[in-house]
Nanobody
Framework: QVHLVESGGGLVQPGGSLRLSCTASGSIFSIPIMGWYRQAPGKQRELVAVIGSGDSTNYADSVKGRFGISRDSSKKTAFLQMDDLKPEDTATYYC???????????????WGQGTQVTVSS
């Protein structure tokens, strides 16, 4: 069984910073893609940032230049460094990993339970 656990959310003032972490555990061969998504009240879940093969990255236009996604050397922990936070960034942030298990030849997506980020003065 694969589990993803996020941490690092909280309440920050506009212009502040937060660093989210997501750690995957379980019977994992590789995680070629990890990503961060967010969902604000009354809105659809949206992509924030993804990191894939060769550590290539993609970002939503709304966060480009402010957020950075990265992974540690294990490739099982992803980070989302969020700088210059704005009230519009307030949402529940979810980590997703595209996982290749040791005992399965197919890739499956796994989600964390989410961590709340609130940006308010």
């Amino acid at each position: 069984q694969v589990h993803l656990v996020e941490s690092g959310g909280g309440l920050v003032q506009p212009g502040g910073s937060l660093r989210l972490s997501c750690t995957a555990s379980g019977s994992i061969f590789s995680i070629p893609i990890m990503g961060w998504y967010r969902q604000a009240p009354g809105k659809q879940r949206e992509l924030v940032a993804v990191i894939g093969s060769g550590d290539s990255t993609n970002y939503a236009d709304s966060v480009k230049g402010r957020f950075g996604i990265s992974r540690d050397s294990s490739k099982k922990t992803a980070f989302l460094q969020m700088d210059d936070l704005k009230p519009e960034d307030t949402a529940t942030y979810y980590c997703k990993g595209r996982v290749k298990p040791y005992d399965d030849g197919v890739y499956s997506d796994y989600w964390g339970q989410g961590t709340q980020v609130t940006v308010s003065s």
